[in-house]
C-alpha cells in the first residue's frame, strides 16, 4: 500500500478521496478502544481488517465498505467512552477537581461532535450533490449506443467491466471480452493466439501503468490502436485496433493474420482466423461463452459467464 505506483494504493486513494473521515477517525479510536472491554472485539476486528490491506495482493476497491460499520461504532465508542457518567442526584462529595475533570470531558466530546458535524456538511455537500445530480453512467450508456450504432462487423471487442455488462445485454455478437482476461485467463488467451494482433476493438478507458504491467497483450493492443471515438472526456474510448498494414478504413476481417488478409504477416500463417473476423468467444468476467443452443438465449445475446 506504501507503493504510490501500486493498485493497492490507488484504491485506497480512491476511498480516502470520496471520504477520507470515517475509515481514519476509527481507526485511531481503535487503538484506545483495545483497553476498554466492552468495544475490544469491534476495535480488533477494524484493525485487523485494516491490517490485511498492507498485504501483498489483489485489494477489491468495495472492501472498504465491511470496513465502515466497525470505523463507525469505533469512533462513536470512543466519544461514549470519553463522556463522564452522570453522578447520583445529590451526590456533593466529588471535590472541584473531579468536577473540573468531567466538566473537561464534556466539553472535549461537544467539540469533536461540533467539529465534526461542520467538516462533513462543508465537505460531504458538494460531494452529495454530485452524486444525485450527475449521471455518472452516461458515458458507459452513450459508448454502447455509438458502438452498437456504428459498428456492426463481428470483430472482438475488449473491454472493461461495465462496457461488457452493456455489450452483453443488448446482443453484441461474439460476445466482448473483458480485458482482463484476455491476459489472465488462459482458456481465453488461446482464442487469441497472434496475441493483440486478434484483437480488433477496444472500449474501455485507458487503466493505470500498475494494471497494463499486468496486461501486456491488452497494453500492446492499445499502442497499436486509434480513437474512433471519445465518451466522458475520456473515461471510456472506442478504439480500433490496427494491426503493421492495415488502415481505419479496411474491415478488421481483412487485418488479421493469413493470406486473404490486407496485411499478411510473414509467420503468422498457422494461424487462420475465421473469415468473419477474429471474434471466436465471448469471454468475459468469467468463462469463455459458448452457444447453449437455445434460439432465445441467441437472439437476446446474453451468454452469461460461465453458461453453456
Known sequence: MLDTGSDTYNVVRSWLDLDPYLVLAGIAAAVPLLALRRLRVVSALLLIQFGFIFRNGYLPNPYVTAMLPFAALCA????????????????????????????????????????SVVTLAW?????????VTLDASAPSRNATRWFLAHIHDDGTVITDDIAWTDLTIHGRHPLPAWFYKLDLDPEVRGHFPHGWKDVDYLM????????????????????????????????????????????????????????DSAAARPGDGDGQRPTGGRGRLGGGAGEPARDSGDPVRRRDGVLSPGDG
Open 76 to 115: 462513536a465508542g470512543l466519544l461514549d467512552a470519553v463522556l463522564p457518567r452522570h453522578s447520583p442526584d445529590g451526590d456533593t462529595s466529588a471535590g472541584w477537581p473531579s468536577v473540573a475533570w468531567r466538566g473537561l470531558r464534556r466539553g472535549a466530546v461537544a467539540v469533536a461532535v461540533v467539529g
Open 204 to 259: 474501455m478507458g485507458k487503466p493505470p501503468d500498475s494494471v497494463l504491467a499486468e496486461v501486456p497483450i491488452v497494453a500492446e493492443a492499445l499502442h497499436h490502436s486509434v480513437v474512433l471515438k471519445s465518451f466522458g472526456n475520456g473515461e471510456i474510448e472506442i478504439r480500433r485496433v490496427l494491426p503493421p498494414g492495415c488502415r481505419v478504413d479496411i474491415p478488421p476481417a481483412r487485418c488479421g493474420p493469413g493470406p
Open 123 to 131: 465537505d460531504w455537500t458538494p460531494k452529495i450533490h454530485t452524486a
